[in-house]
């Protein structure tokens, strides 16, 4: 399969961008001011004109405006990738999501959702034909593998104690992630270290909780690339989000082999399996607290069901998996 990616904005000297090139995919960009700006159409039909693809694939709702306005035009199947359940929003963001629903509804051969459970909210908020629309969930690539000396060298990297437990939370630091809700709940959590990686315009409440809590109870990594590196120095992956369609974060838990306790919302159950990790509700900081206690407290515990996480990772979550059913979606559409 030939792959092109396509930018709506800028590239600039972003990361991402590079590493794409370095795998051999073609990267371009529509050099947008916005993400809304009117110019994106006539730019994209350009590029369609030149790489002539057999499918063109869009994520998120202002690709999919875009590449909805194209699609029709030029003839080519056009599938969509919801990522985000959109339930909270109202005023100008409930009508761009609107727009982005009408527009993939016209135009989409088929719409992809990440999770059942984001597939059933969908359908639910809007008339779309269910055999339209399936649920391809997102894999990670296995992660290296990692020894007792790179456990040791991350945990003195970030100044954490070899001998500690440690809960670690990754993701971005914003509304409805529930850091506020693992910060209160760490309050109750005697003996365990909790890792918090990421950034975000939640920040300044993060640093807030966790300045108000026992020395070293908290950790904060900020922004990292080195996901799997922190979960081999971990002993357990916090998710309480108060929603949430389908984490990545806890897809790395179960590659990395370590168990999860996480908020029974959105598609997370679709993740964490029995076995795998402890499901709490979501904004329970109590109930969030005796969970983690009772896998800190247990280390045979963590390791069946980390055990148990790594088999259902190569059996549903691996990348490769994830691809070739996308493949063969798109096969499926261009034959």
């Given at each position: 399969?030939?792959?092109?990616?396509?930018?709506?904005?800028?590239?600039?000297?972003l990361?991402?961008?590079?590493?794409?090139?370095?795998?051999?995919?073609?990267?371009?960009?529509?050099?947008?001011r916005?993400?809304?700006?009117?110019?994106g159409?006539?730019?994209?039909?350009?590029l369609?004109?030149?790489?002539?693809?057999d499918?063109?694939?869009?994520?998120?709702?202002?690709a999919?405006?875009?590449?909805g306005r194209?699609?029709?035009?030029?003839?080519?199947?056009?599938?969509?990738?919801?990522?985000?359940?959109?339930?909270?929003?109202?005023?100008?963001?409930?009508?761009k999501?609107?727009?982005?629903?009408r527009?993939?509804?016209?135009?989409?051969?088929?719409?992809?959702?990440?999770s059942?459970?984001?597939?059933?909210?969908?359908?639910?908020?809007?008339?779309?034909?269910p055999?339209?629309?399936?649920?391809?969930?997102?894999?990670?690539?296995?992660?290296?593998v990692f020894?007792?000396t790179?456990?040791?060298?991350?945990?003195a990297?970030?100044?954490?104690?070899?001998?500690?437990?440690?809960a670690?939370?990754?993701?971005?630091?914003?509304?409805g992630?529930?850091?506020?809700?693992l910060l209160r709940?760490?309050?109750?959590?005697?003996?365990?270290?909790?890792?918090?990686?990421?950034?975000?315009?939640?920040?300044?409440?993060?640093?807030?909780?966790a300045?108000?809590?026992?020395?070293g109870?908290?950790?904060?990594?900020?922004?990292?690339?080195?996901?799997?590196?922190?979960?081999a120095a971990?002993?357990?992956?916090?998710?309480?989000?108060?929603?949430?369609?389908?984490?990545?974060?806890?897809?790395?838990?179960?590659?990395?082999?370590i168990?999860?306790?996480?908020?029974?919302?959105?598609?997370?159950?679709?993740?964490?399996?029995?076995?795998?990790?402890?499901?709490?509700?979501?904004?329970?900081?109590?109930?969030?607290?005796?969970?983690?206690?009772?896998?800190?407290g247990?280390?045979?515990?963590?390791?069946?069901?980390?055990?148990?996480?790594?088999?259902?990772?190569?059996?549903?979550?691996?990348?490769?998996?994830?691809?070739?059913r996308?493949?063969?979606?798109?096969?499926?559409?261009?034959?």
């Open positions: 399969m030939e792959m092109s990616v396509v930018s709506m904005m800028p590239l600039g000297a990361r991402y961008p590079q590493r794409l090139r370095e795998a051999g995919v073609d990267v371009r960009s529509l050099e947008l916005a993400w809304w700006d009117p110019r159409p006539r730019r994209l039909s350009g369609i004109a030149d790489l002539v693809p499918v063109l694939h869009s994520h998120l709702k202002h999919d405006v875009v590449a194209v699609a029709v035009g030029v003839g080519v199947p056009h599938v969509s990738t919801l990522h985000v359940v959109e339930d909270q929003v109202v005023g100008l963001a409930a009508r999501r609107n727009l982005a629903a527009s993939r509804m016209r135009s989409a051969a088929v719409t992809i959702a990440v059942d459970a984001l597939r059933a909210w969908y359908l639910a908020t809007f008339p779309e034909w055999d339209r629309v399936v649920t391809i969930r997102n894999g990670v690539p296995a992660p290296p020894d007792e790179d456990r040791t060298a991350v945990r990297e970030l100044g954490i104690p070899p001998e500690a437990v440690v670690t939370m990754v993701g971005v630091v914003r509304p992630k529930g850091h506020d809700v709940a760490a309050a109750h959590v005697d003996g365990v270290v909790f890792l918090i990686a990421g950034d975000g315009p939640e920040m300044a409440t993060v640093r807030r909780l300045a108000a809590l026992p020395p109870r908290v950790v904060l990594a900020g922004f990292r690339e080195d996901v799997s590196r922190l979960l971990s002993d357990l992956v916090v998710q309480p989000s108060r929603f949430d369609a389908l984490p990545t974060t806890l897809i790395h838990a179960l590659a990395a082999g168990p999860a306790v996480a908020s029974q919302v959105g598609g997370i159950p679709e993740i964490v399996a029995p076995g795998t990790g402890l499901l709490v509700p979501p904004g329970d900081p109590d109930r969030l607290a005796a969970a983690v206690r009772s896998l800190a247990d280390a045979d515990a963590r390791r069946w069901m980390g055990k148990a996480a790594r088999e259902r990772f190569d059996q549903e979550f691996d990348g490769a998996r994830w691809a070739g996308l493949v063969a979606l798109y096969r499926s559409l261009s034959d």
